[in-house]
């Protein structure tokens, strides 16, 4: 591996400063914070707290209810990721595959990337009421087949649609970007070899595209882990009864709700930990399938 | 959003404030939205115009909640407010904390008289400490009523409306024989169908006097009447006699009441001014919240929320404090607030004054003073002076989600109940493992 080696100079150190400065302040500082919580149990109101070693954390792991929130912010991560990343790839093709009107679409198909989470929580909310909503015609026709205020599976996937939905938007520009990198003559050759328009994408781009593929499932995880809350609070609640009580909103719920500030900066702990060991996975293992040209 | 928006209004006063007389300012963070926000912030225009000494600068904090939120997050930062108005269950941290300034301790060295014997005890009792001090200014108060549409209770041949469960029962009965299937538009409620319902029956819902007495305290709900209680809501929604309407749904219990859905529905008496606004194509009314029969009826107690006046603030700005709030006590005020608002007044002059006026006899007013006879149903005893616990808001929690579980068939009531008793309980040892020593003053 090549290594490269620089001599330690002021002016270096005055430019990284404000860089060093910020993650400072906003990352290294309240993280360290909610470390030093995690060990006590802290009052709201200031005043004072006491040392309780790692009892938020064994209170946090020996709840089932905590497991089932694991369990179902894995469910949800996976299941975003997967969707938002093969409807981005879809779309793409078909953009850089220069269908008619593909100009409108790929601008279109942007925006959703700039709508705030709750908004998105709040129009899926409107597309999955099940009295009111497009999906109630569903029940016109089976009544009270779709209720995701009632069934929890339902619930679930009304969540990891509307993630998905926003997300594809952030996808969507980096295989544009990356479908379009891809050499003309490349294609083209494969073309002429009598390649058709599947079999091109299957043998070459795909292959071309996993430096894409995995930057974008590295991120599409972590932020599916970081990043659900606006849609959970407007379009759930968490509920019903707990089904969709995500990592990041229960430790919303617990801390700024319940005002239980040591038991959430645990949970944010073994959140941070958790999303480190799955980038680290992806790194150790998945990355070996990367091919970087 | 907000904070700019305060912080922009902050620097115009601020501006103006260097022009013109030196005023003193505080500021005031408030909860309630909307309709009701508006009339808050109009409270505050109508202290400002009234005298030339002080100035309230009041902000809305979008919620109950994020009031709170926001206070304890300004107040680590020391850029609080001088009074926030909080709701009951987000108070349990302040008291215990001690860094606030009780109302009566600054009325008194504020050198203003309050008659605090004017408001009304079931007020008064959950706003003060042991000793019957006021920690906080009892603001806008109300408790639940049901509400019945009368054209289907006349129809299905209900003349009165029930003041027993059991009379209810019967009366989703002729509602049915008359044609109309949903009695009851239901959303769980712990403050309803937990709270007042335990108060209205004089049953604990925990164990120390509701908590009053000692951190040490557990829940009691799952051996109570409140079981039954909500087994049989269980059994009403199984027969159809009830649906679940909540705002998760896309359509609340209240809508479902204004379409003629569903005969009845349970809420705050602050609805009352809601429902009228929305004019509903029929001809209802409220009656106080049902008990069971062979229970004596008494008192349920206050909802809404009181404003608190915190701690580490100038001696002028607490001043100003002081005769705003003296200026909310007035009954012209109360008046104000009680006729723009679907709240009840707090004091016995200030419902006395309404009274001799004839308020209560004009609509839309007519019969919303129901629910201070069921706040003033007896004298608050031991278990109806309300609920002093920690962790409330999550043990509320962890109630709502374990009834939606049963109510969704996932197990049974017992269950669901037990179950969230059991983390409740492990609530209150963390708050007061958290609190270890102090107790509530």
């Known amino acids: 591996m090549r290594r490269a080696y620089f001599k330690f100079s002021w002016v270096a150190m005055a430019l990284l400063a404000p860089q060093l400065l910020i993650i400072f302040v906003f990352f290294y500082w309240p993280s360290a914070q909610a470390v030093y919580w995690a060990f006590t149990l802290e009052q709201p109101w200031g005043g004072g707290n006491t040392w309780v070693g790692f009892e938020n954390f064994r209170n946090v792991l020996s709840d089932p209810y905590y497991w089932a929130s694991v369990r179902v912010s894995v469910i949800y991560a996976l299941g975003t990721t997967a969707l938002a990343m093969v409807m981005a790839m879809t779309l793409a093709v078909f953009v850089d595959r220069q269908l008619a009107g593909y100009k409108a679409y790929r601008v279109a198909l942007i925006w959703p990337y700039a709508i705030a989470a709750p908004a998105v929580g709040l129009a899926f909310r409107f597309v999955f009421n099940p009295n009111a909503g497009i999906l109630s015609y569903v029940n016109t026709v089976a009544p009270g087949l779709w209720d995701p205020t009632q069934s929890a599976a339902q619930a679930v996937l009304t969540v990891v649609i509307a993630g998905a939905w926003k997300q594809v938007a952030y996808s969507f520009i980096f295989f544009l970007a990356a479908l379009q990198s891809i050499p003309r003559s490349l294609t083209e050759a494969a073309a002429m070899d009598g390649a058709r328009p599947l079999r091109r994408i299957w043998d070459l781009q795909l292959p071309l595209l996993t430096p894409t593929i995995f930057f974008l499932l590295v991120i599409n995880i972590t932020d599916s882990f970081t990043d659900s809350f606006g849609i959970v609070d407007t379009l759930t609640g968490g509920g019903p009864f707990r089904a969709t009580d995500l990592m990041v909103y229960k430790i919303y719920a617990d801390g700024f709700r319940g005002f239980d500030y040591s038991g959430a900066a645990a949970q944010s702990i073994i959140l941070m930990l958790l999303v480190m060991a799955l980038t680290f996975v992806q790194f150790r293992y998945v990355e070996r399938r990367v091919h970087y040209t | ?441």
């Open chain 2, 1 to 441: 959003m907000n904070t700019k928006l305060a912080s922009a209004a902050l620097a115009l006063l601020a501006s103006a404030g260097a022009a013109s007389a030196e005023k003193i300012q505080f500021e005031y963070w408030y909860g309630l939205t909307g309709d009701l926000g508006k009339v808050v912030a109009e409270t505050c225009n109508r202290f400002n115009a009234s005298q030339d000494q002080y100035e309230a600068v009041c902000v809305g904090q979008d919620g109950y909640e994020k009031a709170v939120q926001n206070t304890i997050a300004a107040f680590r930062a020391g850029k609080h407010p001088t009074i926030v108005q909080s709701f009951d269950a987000g108070t349990a941290d302040l008291m215990l904390s001690g860094e606030f300034y009780p109302v009566k301790k600054l009325m008194e060295d504020a050198g203003l008289t309050i008659d605090w014997a004017n408001y009304f005890p079931g007020i008064a009792n959950y706003y003060s400490a042991s000793n019957g001090d006021f920690f906080s200014m009892p603001f806008n108060s109300s408790t639940p009523v049901y509400y019945y549409n009368k054209d289907q209770f006349a129809k299905a041949g209900i003349s009165e409306a029930p003041l027993t469960w059991e009379g209810m029962e019967a009366a989703f009965k002729a509602l049915k024989a008359s044609g109309q299937d949903c009695g009851l538009a239901y959303a769980p409620s712990t403050w309803i169908d937990l709270e007042q319902f335990s108060m209205a029956h004089n049953i604990p819902v925990a164990t120390n006097d509701n908590g009053y007495n000692g951190l040490d305290s557990e829940l009691l709900f799952n051996t109570t009447l409140h079981l039954t209680h909500m087994e049989n809501i269980q059994r009403w929604i199984g027969e159809g006699s009830a649906l679940i309407r909540t705002a998760q749904s896309g359509k609340s219990a209240r809508d479902s009441f204004i379409e003629g859905e569903c005969s009845v529905f349970f809420s705050s008496i602050a609805d009352h001014n809601t429902v009228h606004k929305l004019e509903p194509a029929f001809a209802w009314d409220v009656q106080m919240i049902p008990v069971y029969e062979g229970s004596a009826r008494h008192n349920t107690v206050v909802g809404g929320a009181s404003l608190w006046v915190l701690s580490g603030k100038s001696a002028e700005e607490y001043k100003a404090a002081a005769n705003y709030l003296a200026f909310l006590a007035t009954p012209e005020s109360e008046e104000f607030w009680v006729s723009n608002t679907g709240y009840i007044p707090v004091t016995k002059t200030g419902y006395d004054a309404l009274l001799a006026k004839g308020f209560y006899n004009n609509q839309p007013y007519v019969n919303r003073d129901i629910a201070l006879k069921s706040l003033t149903f007896t004298e608050p005893g031991p278990l109806t002076r309300g609920i002093r616990l920690g962790s409330f808001i999550q043990i509320r929690a962890e109630w709502q989600a374990e009834v939606e579980a049963a109510l969704a068939g996932q197990k049974t009531m017992k269950e669901a109940l037990d179950t969230a008793v059991a983390r409740g309980n492990d609530n209150l040892k963390r708050f007061a493992k958290t609190y270890a020593g102090k107790s509530f003053p």
